[in-house]
Each structure stands twice: as C-alpha cells, then as structure tokens.
C-alpha cells in the first residue's frame, strides 16, 4: 500500500464533463462538519491534488496554492498513463502535492518516466525537486531551461513544433509564439483530440488574464490564432492551466479576453 493510501484517506465522486464521465479522486482529503469542515476544507486544499478522467489514459491533475488578494486557487496539469508508465505535463503546485501525486500514479501502475514542462512559472515547475529526486526525465525548451535557471537541470531538450512517444502515446508539443509568458507551450494529444492550452488559455470563468507579469499582450492574440488554427478542428477537449476543463470555445473566450484588455501606453 502506498504512503498516500496509509496516510490520506481517498474520496471519490463520479461526474460528467465535457460530455465524457470523470471520476475525482482527491488525495489528502478528510471528513469534518460545519465551521470546522469549512476551515478544514480550506487547509486541505493546500496539500491535496484532485485527479479527473478526461479521456482514456488521460487525467487532468489539480493542486492548489494561496495566493495573495485571491485565495486558495487551482492549477491544472495531466497525468498520462500507457504501457505500465506515466507522463506529466507539468508539476503540481510545489514538491509536497508533486509527491503525492507521484504516489497516487504509482498506486495506477502509472509510475512517472517523464514529465513536460509548458513554461517556467512555478505553477508548472514548482515539483523539480522531488522530480529530481525520483528520477524522473524532464522535457522542456531551450527558453524554458534558461528563465527556469536552476542549478542542475539539463532537460531532454524540445525543439517546437515536437512529435514524441511517451509511454506508448503520441504527444505533440507546440509553441505558439509569446503570450502568457515567453517560453509557453501547448500540448496535444492526437488520440484522444485533448488540448493543454496551459496559462495561455483561460477558463470559460475567467473575467480577465489573470498573472500578465511576464505576458507579452501584443503577441498573445496572434499565438491565440496559431493554436485555433493548428489545432481548433481536431479538438474536442480543452485544458487551461487554471479553471475547469472545456472545449474549443475556451480559445475563442481568450481572444476575447485579450481583444477586451486594456492596452499598453
């Protein structure tokens, strides 16, 4: 039995989206009632990752970290399971979620091999050190390793637009051009006609663009096209880097978002 089975007991909640059914899996979960329940909800969130089942061998992963003037607030990243092996795209949200998340892959058979980076912000990256320390090979950009900057890593390098094989699946990796960040990735999953948009694609309950502390809002818009038109037709599912999974109208809420913001002087 697994650390995360001993220590965190496991709830589960089957639900339909996005017209497929997903079961929830929250690791680091425990019961309470009323005032403490909600407290104890809060803390929890902190320190668990939920997983959902988006696709066949395709989970999106979610943790969680508080941030100033907003709260506690998600993240997504997938975890990819084939031939007795997994596949992250992108950390948790610090090394103790990443843990339990390596764990909780283990206990699917579903060990992590390898994982991708979609840019170098810590809601993405923010698990290195246990990957460090459990082996595992990390892909990313030249860009990535360079604004990442941390002592060690020397990942298997991507040259954009990528085509890998990763624990028997197909995995496409493209960078668009600037948007959120400089160095953002998109990842595309042929077989299963899922999308990562990552931070550069805001969920259908986003007001605005959220972290625009390293965007580039000029170019954003035409990244935006670039991922509508490579990838807008043969998609059925969209994941943003924060927020609830959705279809292809997530891209066209961003365009939209970006055409509303406020302009630099």
Not at 78 to 99: I, M
Not at 100 to 121: N, S
Not at 157 to 177: D, M, N, Y
Request: proline content about 6%; overall charge negative; aromatic content about 6%.
């Amino acid at each position: 039995m697994s650390s995360i089975a001993r220590s965190f007991p496991v709830a589960l909640a089957c639900l339909v989206a996005v017209g497929s059914l997903a079961c929830e899996v929250g690791l680091g979960r425990g019961a309470a009632g009323g005032e403490a329940a909600a407290h104890e909800a809060h803390d929890d969130r902190l320190g668990r990752v939920d997983l959902s089942n988006i696709a066949d061998d395709v989970l999106v992963h979610t943790s969680f970290h508080e941030l100033p003037d907003v709260g506690v607030f998600p993240s997504n990243g997938l975890l990819l399971c084939g031939n007795g092996e997994g596949v992250l795209v992108d950390t948790a949200w610090g090394d103790a979620p990443t843990e339990h998340l390596l764990e909780e892959a283990a206990r699917r058979k579903c060990p992590v091999k390898h994982a991708i980076f979609t840019h170098f912000h810590d809601d993405r990256t923010g698990g290195l050190t246990t990957l460090f320390a459990r082996g595992v090979r990390v892909h990313a950009t030249e860009a990535t390793t360079r604004l990442l900057a941390r002592p060690g890593f020397a990942p298997e390098p991507l040259v954009s637009p990528a085509s890998l094989t990763l624990a028997g699946i197909e995995i496409e990796v493209f960078f668009p051009g600037p948007a959120h960040a400089p160095d953002n990735l998109v990842v595309y999953l042929p077989a299963s006609r899922v999308l990562f948009g990552g931070c550069m694609v805001k969920a259908a309950s986003a007001k605005s663009l959220g972290n625009v502390k390293d965007a580039a809002l000029a170019e954003w818009p035409s990244s935006i096209a670039r991922v509508s038109e490579r990838y807008a037709e043969k998609t059925s599912v969209v994941v943003p880097g924060h927020g609830a999974t959705g279809g292809v109208s997530l891209l066209g809420h961003t365009a939209r978002l970006l055409a509303s913001a406020p302009k630099a002087p």
